[in-house]
């Protein structure tokens, strides 16, 4: 079993930045695939970004080119960097890890960190 603890998340102004971290109870190198996923009130948990373990990533088109999701195995890691955050960009922020060689990890859930971008 892994457990995955976010943090990073809190209020900031439209444009500022914010970086989740995930950290896993166990080495990544037994993870192949990380993710966060958000979901917004009312709405369903889609995926933001992930990455597997040779670095492969998937980003949603909402956030290319603001967010940016890295991993470091040395401390069983995994972060997204949030550049110019918008309004519509609030949400709970899922972190999420699988066994399996997939760019939509979905084996292990975190409990969930709130971001929330104000205009």
């Known amino acids: 079993q892994v457990q995955l603890v976010e943090s990073g998340g809190g209020l900031v102004q439209a444009g500022g930045s914010l970086r989740l971290s995930c950290a896993a109870s166990?080495?990544?190198?037994?993870?192949?695939?990380m993710g966060w996923y958000r979901q917004a009130p009312g709405k369903q948990r889609d995926l933001v970004a992930s990455?597997?373990?040779?670095?492969?990533?998937y980003y949603a088109e909402s956030v290319k080119g603001r967010f940016t999701i890295s991993r470091d195995n040395a401390k069983n890691t995994v972060y997204l960097q949030m550049n110019n955050l918008k309004p519509e960009d609030t949400a709970v922020y899922y972190c999420?890890?699988?066994?399996?060689?997939?760019?939509?990890?979905?084996?292990?859930w975190g409990q969930g960190t709130q971001v929330t971008v104000s205009s």
């Open positions: 999420a890890a699988d066994r399996g060689h997939t760019l939509t990890p979905r084996d292990y």
């Open positions: 166990r080495t990544l190198s037994s993870i192949n695939a």
């Open positions: 990455i597997t373990e040779s670095g492969s990533t």
